[in-house]
């Protein structure tokens, strides 16, 4: 039941991104949604293969709906959120986006740990929290970066 609920969260998500108006060009969403990918994989690694602070279930499909919401669900949200919040550009939406994020992020991890596709060993949902606050921040200030070096012209001598 699990992969089947992440399985049509993450196409539900994917309606989402392709027909929401867009705030941000191909180039920046493809980044935003690519380096959310590798935090996110790096992230899980590192606590899951080698802190031993969350374990996966055994079971193959419980493994692959993990595998979708890691590595596609995730980065999905973030690329929503962050097209969005630069196509509103105000502040309250720009909260209510990282609320929504957080919420959705958050709710799959609760919905994971329900289904029985990640024990936490020696993890909670605020550790969670705290890493998608990160992994926001470093997301904003890479795109930042993008768009700065985007924008630099040549000029003429």
């Known amino acids: 039941m699990g992969f089947v609920l992440f399985f049509a969260l993450t196409w539900a998500t994917v309606f989402v991104l392709y027909s ?5 060009t191909a180039v920046e969403s493809i980044f935003i949604f690519l380096l959310v990918m590798i935090l996110s994989i ?3 690694w590192i606590v899951i293969e080698e802190l031993y602070y969350v374990q996966t279930s055994g079971d193959p499909l419980k493994y ?3 595998m979708l919401e890691r590595s596609v669900l995730i980065p999905i949200v973030f690329t929503i959120m962050f097209n969005y919040i630069y196509d509103k550009k105000s502040t309250e939406h720009t909260l209510l986006a990282v609320a929504l994020g957080m919420g959705e992020v958050l709710g799959s991890f609760a919905i994971a740990r329900y289904f029985q596709i990640l024990y936490y060993v020696r993890w909670n949902l605020i550790y969670d929290a705290v890493v998608f606050l990160a992994m926001l921040f470093i997301t904003f200030y890479a795109h930042k970066l ?4 985007m ?7």
Not at 20 to 24: A, P, Q
Not at 146 to 149: C, D, E, V
Not at 151 to 157: D, G, I, R, T, W
């Open 20 to 24: 929401m108006r867009k705030g941000l």
């Open 151 to 157: 924008n630099v012209e040549v000029k003429p001598l």
């Open 64 to 66: 692959a709906a993990f």
């Open 146 to 149: 993008l768009r700065k070096s």
């Open 42 to 44: 790096n992230f899980s």
